[in-house]
């Protein structure tokens, strides 16, 4: 990197420190920039970071004697951008002033046309799921002594530092876990939505950008440039964004026969994640750039806000292509990365130009250059040379995944490299302490390939942290980054911490369980449970989420900073708080003891895939939307398939049926269309139909199915009743007849009646029964609520059953 970038973007960061200090506490009625800069100076010497802390108002710099060459110039500015991004006055707001006390508004509450209320308390990011206040909690709240944590949190992370560009990424790190949380403004007229760290990393974005944008048209004047002229410098075009997608993500994850299935698809769901990472880790670092230019990544998707220069566009452009050639290389057509780039101005970033829609119009443009791009993967040179493959064993195919190239015998099967690779490290995943060294030359070790962006191979290590620190004191310049899962390693150089939800069953050995090892832990019958789940309409809440159509200015909150916020509040959600979902969440079928019987095999930036025993599985949805519904106020909602299958079940049927149940929640009939839904157990209804007779939106599924009909069932059945499966298959069976014939309305009275306790029958028994009776033929008589029912009773017989009591009458 530059050594100017280093110095923007590290001053750019903790440029409003002051104001965690004075809503700690600090009184004595200075300037934020002033306080921030004595506690930074505490722990750097760096005069001309400091600068960048002490200088970025116009009425402190305006008259500071600095150089010409000064970064504090670069960050006073792209704080004016920033602040113009995401500071916006709430329509109809007559409160002025500051209340230094203010909690954090929640990104959702302008979301989708909400005028929400909800605000989040002051903490770090930690297991705990940071939901917003409950009714009642704001006003008890009082923030200072959760600044006073913060403070002494951010203190004892920059303690552990270097402030040099190794360190870059631990900074924005110490940041991201500590200032996610704290509003960047207080102003009473404008919205709180935006944290602390929001805005200090797209400073940084702006700030890196801007001086390679100068840098490289020789204007070195900063003072003139970006004070004297800085109204001028807001019209040009000096940033572009690019935007890159890594398509054949379900084909590559789902396509492997079952053998060792489970191990296969949560490794290769990690190396897809890993492959994003590095692929923008290589981008950014051709770029000389940090992390802090990389606006989201997941789910195969990745923005990074860059300088519109020739030099950084082209190595982009390069770098994808060669990565691209690696692809086509390891894993022929499956894989393959599009791109798009579209540069604009600050003004444009800010939604301050004569068209409204300006900055929704960046992200519509490189949207379309990324279809357009997908249409047209391959040029006719690189299909011969993709239809003009040797393999290594001729006529011979990898027995996990098919592709037949880059084989190797092992025991008594062929199998490919990379294949190969995902059976040796799929052990390290679920070992907590364990990080990934990506190195330039390859150890007696099981390793994944990468690649650079001059397309040189890269061999990614699954090693503990104290091997990684051995190795960069014995070869530092062997280790090109490193990857830590879920933890903060700010103490550890080039260390770079990725989100993952990486909750795994496993045995008392920490081994992985198999399919048959989660199946036979199921309550009653031993299935397979899958659900496939992702959020509804993201891409038009992206588009058009923030905007307020019939209000005058309807664009107001559309900004770069409300998007970026927006995807990373959902990443965090679904790739790190989700673990603490699953291994906490409640069992609604049957109550059980011990550690969850479930396995993420993919939780992206807005969507899930969870395999494990059904019942809890199912239970794990529940989980998920009551989770979801808080933690985003009903701003957004999602929907979910659920598959129930044998142990042997192929894989790929497997994702396939529960992907088309998902796509049957989000048609869901039984709610006018509504999403927001939950699609149950087979394909079910006429063909080419999205029908499925249980499929519920969440709330009737939660408390009319579950919460009404399946506890009614299991009040009378649970007890010492007499009553058994037989007797409940036939009540099964007469509903599902009176959908076709109502004379079995009069049968199921008839048996109900037949099978009352008799007289010397306890009276508990006696009331239970009638009640359950009454209850059931009621529930008879009306169409939905007969749906139901059939589905409660579905769940009840397979959560009490065992196998081999199981039949499909």
Not at 56 to 63: R, S
Not at 427 to 442: C, R, S
Request: proline share 2%; with cysteine.
């Amino acid at each position: 990197m530059h050594n100017s970038v280093v110095k923007v973007c590290l001053g750019s960061l903790l440029h409003d420190i002051g104001k965690v200090l004075y809503r700690a506490g600090d009184l004595d009625g200075r300037a934020h920039s002033i306080s921030g800069a004595e506690w930074v100076s505490k722990y750097t010497k760096d005069q001309e970071i400091i600068n960048c802390i002490r200088y970025h108002h116009y009425q402190d710099i305006k008259d500071a004697d600095l150089d010409k060459r000064d970064a504090a110039y670069v960050v006073y500015l792209a704080d004016n951008i920033s602040a113009g991004i995401d500071r916006r006055e709430i329509e109809g707001e007559s409160k002025k002033g500051f209340d230094r006390n203010r909690p954090l508004d929640s990104i959702y509450n302008l979301l989708n046309g909400r005028k929400g209320q909800e605000k989040h308390p002051a903490w770090p990011i930690e297991k705990k799921i940071n939901y917003p206040f409950l009714p009642g909690e704001e006003k008890k709240y009082q923030a200072s002594s959760d600044y006073a944590k913060i403070l002494a949190g951010m203190g004892e992370g920059l303690r552990g530092i270097e402030f040099n560009e190794k360190f870059i990424n631990s900074l924005l790190e110490i940041c991201e876990a500590w200032l996610s949380f704290i509003p960047s403004s207080t102003n009473l007229s404008e919205a709180a939505d935006i944290s602390l760290f929001d805005h200090a990393k797209i400073t940084a974005a702006l700030a890196s950008a801007i001086v390679l944008y100068l840098e490289s048209q020789g204007r070195f004047d900063y003072r003139k440039e970006l004070l004297e002229k800085g109204s001028d410098f807001y019209e040009e075009n000096a940033f572009t964004l690019l935007s890159f997608d890594l398509s054949g993500i379900q084909q590559f994850i789902y396509t492997i026969s079952s053998k060792g299935a489970l191990k296969g698809l949560r490794a290769r769901s990690f190396y897809l994640e890993i492959i994003l990472e590095n692929m923008a880790d290589e981008i950014l670092q051709i770029s000389s750039l940090s992390r802090a230019n990389l606006l989201y990544t997941g789910g195969g998707h990745a923005y990074i806000l860059m300088p519109n220069t020739l030099e950084v566009r082209i190595g982009a452009e390069q770098a994808i292509a060669s990565i691209n050639q690696r692809l086509a290389e390891y894993f022929g057509t499956r894989l393959y990365t599009a791109f798009g780039i579209q540069e604009c101005s600050a003004n444009e970033l800010m939604s301050k130009t004569k068209n409204p829609e300006s900055y929704s119009n960046i992200f519509r443009s490189v949207s379309a250059q990324i279809a357009e791009m997908k249409l047209r993967r391959y040029s006719p040179a690189e299909i011969l040379k993709l239809n003009d493959t040797v393999t290594d064993m001729e006529g011979r195919e990898c027995s996990v995944c098919g592709v037949s190239g880059n084989l190797e015998q092992r025991d008594e099967e062929v199998i490919c490299s990379s294949c190969a690779a995902f059976t040796d490290i799929s052990g390290m995943l679920i070992k907590k302490d364990t990080v990934f060294a990506v190195l330039k030359e390859k150890l007696k070790a099981p390793a994944l390939p990468l690649f650079s962006a001059r397309g040189d191979l890269q061999y990614m290590y699954a090693l503990s942290v104290e091997q990684v620190k051995e190795l960069l004191l014995k070869d530092a310049g062997q280790v090109i980054r490193v990857y830590s899962k879920n933890n903060f390693r700010t103490g550890l150089s080039l260390a770079t911490k990725i989100w993952m939800g990486d909750f795994a069953a496993n045995n008392p050995d920490e081994t992985w369980k198999t399919f048959a090892d989660l199946a036979e832990s199921s309550a009653g019958i031993k299935r397979i449970g899958v659900l496939r789940a992702d959020v509804d309409g993201l891409g038009t809440a992206f588009i058009n989420g923030f905007q307020r159509k019939g209000e005058e200015n309807q664009y107001r909150y559309v900004t770069i900073s409300r998007t970026t916020t927006l995807s990373r509040s959902l990443s965090v959600f679904f790739k790190y708080y989700i673990n603490t979902l699953i291994e906490e969440g409640e069992n609604h079928l049957v109550k059980k003891e011990g550690e969850k019987n479930l396995v993420i095999v993919y939780a992206g930036g807005d969507d899930l895939f969870l395999v494990g025993a059904w019942d809890e599985v199912l239970s794990a949805g529940i989980n998920l939307y009551r989770a979801f519904k808080r933690y985003t106020s009903g701003a957004l909602t999602l929907s979910a398939g659920f598959g129930f299958f044998e142990e042997g079940y192929p894989l790929s049927r497997m994702a396939k049926e529960t992907e088309e149940l998902e796509m049957r929640a989000k048609k869901n009939r039984y709610a006018k269309g509504e999403k927001n839904s939950v699609a149950l157990f087979g394909l079910e209804g006429e063909k080419g139909l999205p029908v499925n007779r249980h499929t519920y939106d969440w709330e009737t599924f939660e408390y009319k199915v579950l919460g009404e009909k399946y506890a009614q069932v299991a009040v009378l059945f649970d007890g010492e009743t007499g009553y058994g499966g037989s007797f409940l298959y036939h009540i099964l069976y007469l509903l599902r007849q009176t959908a076709e014939d109502q004379i079995n309305l009069a049968r199921l009275a008839y048996f109900l009646a037949r099978r009352e306790p008799n007289n010397m029958a306890h009276p508990e028994i006696k009331e239970a029964y009638s009640r359950f009776s009454r209850n059931i033929y009621q529930w008879a008589l009306k169409e939905e609520d007969r749906r139901q029912l059939i589905t409660a009773l579905m769940l009840y017989t397979y959560s009490r059953r065992d196998k081999e009591e199981y039949s499909d009458e």
